[in-house]
């Protein structure tokens, strides 16, 4: 299983580290490992998650087996959640409420991706000028955002809007607030399933970290297919939000992937729960 997991991982990780060594960047891809500074080796590194323990058929365990988050007993080795430090449960009992919080609130799939616009409003912080050029001139960038509502309930998208533009949306999150304002239907909180799920390792196992990572690239393109960058030299297809047809695009998208990211989102409530409960 664990060798299994590792050729399904290198399909991600191998590629980025050969660009890495060439230094060769890539807009898309490598984003989930800047925006989520996770090492590479942790999705590689198969974990059973709580309530799993593994037979010790000798020789020496690998060293993520043998923390101080583990436990041998006769001759089993085992994630062991009570060896959870008070802060770390604490932390985790935040990310479940985070995650319930978000899971029960109505989706909205009316913001239509608009926060890449915001970023770039004027022009004057273009966050992926390195590898990006943008699609459409600078004017018609401005006159999309300046004319469609926006709605962007995600705070770390939020907090790179453009000055001008922050007071138009029709939220005000921050980090604090975000259990308020997290739903079910935003492209950044469902991409985040693979933030918490990297948290919450060795909880929630490898399985889920790397399915939760796998949604979070196909979400991370819809992200920038939709926004006012040219992603085509990518072999990625824009969802041209300024037309109507590219509104209807992007929803249809939305929905499907905030559909894959319902089972995923309820597993990592249920793994992170069910470790709590066995903390005692």
């Given at each position: 299983m664990a060798d299994a997991h590792?050729?399904?991982?290198?399909?991600f990780?191998?590629?980025?580290?050969?660009?890495?060594?060439?230094?060769?960047?890539?807009?898309?891809?490598?984003?989930?490992?800047?925006?989520?500074?996770?090492?590479?080796?942790?999705?590689?590194?198969?974990?059973?998650?709580?309530?799993?323990?593994?037979?010790?058929?000798?020789?020496?365990?690998?060293?993520?087996?043998?923390?101080?988050?583990?436990?041998?007993e006769?001759?089993?080795?085992?994630?062991?959640?009570?060896?959870l430090e008070e802060a770390a449960a604490t932390r985790i009992g935040r990310t479940i409420e985070l995650l319930e919080a978000t899971r029960d609130r109505a989706p909205n799939f009316a913001c239509h991706g608009l926060h890449e616009w915001a970023m770039v409003f004027r022009g004057r912080d273009v966050r992926h000028e390195r590898t990006l050029r943008l699609?459409?001139?600078?004017?018609?960038?401005?006159?999309v955002v300046e004319s469609r509502p926006i709605c962007c309930s995600h705070h770390d998208a939020f907090r790179f809007f453009a000055s001008e533009v922050r007071p138009l949306n029709r939220l005000q999150p921050d980090l604090e607030s975000r259990v308020w304002f997290e739903q079910p239907g935003c492209v950044h909180a469902n991409m985040d399933l693979y933030k918490w799920a990297a948290k919450s390792m060795?909880?929630?196992g490898s399985d889920l970290?790397?399915?939760?990572?796998?949604?979070?690239?196909?979400?991370?393109?819809?992200?920038?297919?939709?926004?006012?960058?040219?992603?085509?030299d990518w072999g990625l297809q824009p969802v041209p939000i300024e037309t109507r047809d590219g509104r209807r695009m992007y929803e249809e998208e939305q929905k499907r992937l905030a559909t894959a990211a319902r089972p995923l989102r309820e597993r990592l409530i249920t793994a992170l729960r069910g470790t709590l409960e066995a903390r005692g």
């Open positions: 590792r050729r399904r991982a290198e399909r990780t191998g590629p980025t580290r050969a660009r890495k060594d060439r230094g060769l960047p890539h807009p898309i891809e490598d984003f989930l490992f800047e925006y989520y500074p996770f090492p590479l080796a942790l999705l590689e590194k198969w974990q059973a998650g709580t309530g799993v323990g593994l037979e010790i058929d000798g020789g020496t365990l690998p060293a993520h087996l043998a923390g101080k988050l583990h436990t041998q006769d001759g089993v080795v085992f994630a062991d959640p009570r060896r699609r459409l001139p600078q004017e018609e960038i401005d006159a060795p909880w929630c970290l790397l399915e939760c990572f796998e949604l979070a690239l196909e979400l991370r393109a819809l992200d920038m297919r939709a926004s006012p960058y040219d992603v085509s």
